[in-house]
Nanobody
Framework: QVQLVESGGGLAQPGGSLRLSCAGS????????MGWYRQAPGKQRELVAT???????NYADSVKGRFTISRDNAKNTVYLQMSSLEPEDTAVYYC???????????????WGQGTQVTVSS
């Protein structure tokens, strides 16, 4: 069984920084694209950033220049460095990954349970 576990969420002041981590574990054969999504109260879940296995990144316009996504393939881990945080960044952040399990030949999309990020004075 494959699991994704997020960490690093919490409370930050406007202009502050947080670094989120998401580690995959279990019978993983290969991890392809990984990403971060977020969902604020009363809003639909939205894409924040994605990164391919080769390191090609994509960001939502609202976070460009402020957030940086990265990954460590050896650790099956994806990170989200968040800087210049704004109250509008407040949301539950979820990581996801397209993964092929050792016992499978097809990929499946996995989701973490989410970590709360609150930006407030």
């Amino acid at each position: 069984q494959v699991q994704l576990v997020e960490s690093g969420g919490g409370l930050a002041q406007p202009g502050g920084s947080l670094r989120l981590s998401c580690a995959g574990s279990g019978s993983i054969y290969r991890v392809y694209a990984m990403g971060w999504y977020r969902q604020a109260p009363g809003k639909q879940r939205e894409l924040v950033a994605t990164i391919t296995r080769g390191g090609i990144t994509n960001y939502a316009d609202s976070v460009k220049g402020r957030f940086t996504i990265s990954r460590d393939n050896a650790k099956n881990t994806v990170y989200l460095q968040m800087s210049s945080l704004e109250p509008e960044d407040t949301a539950v952040y979820y990581c996801n990954a397209d993964i092929i399990m050792v016992s499978s030949s097809v990929p499946f999309t996995y989701w973490g349970q989410g970590t709360q990020v609150t930006v407030s004075s």
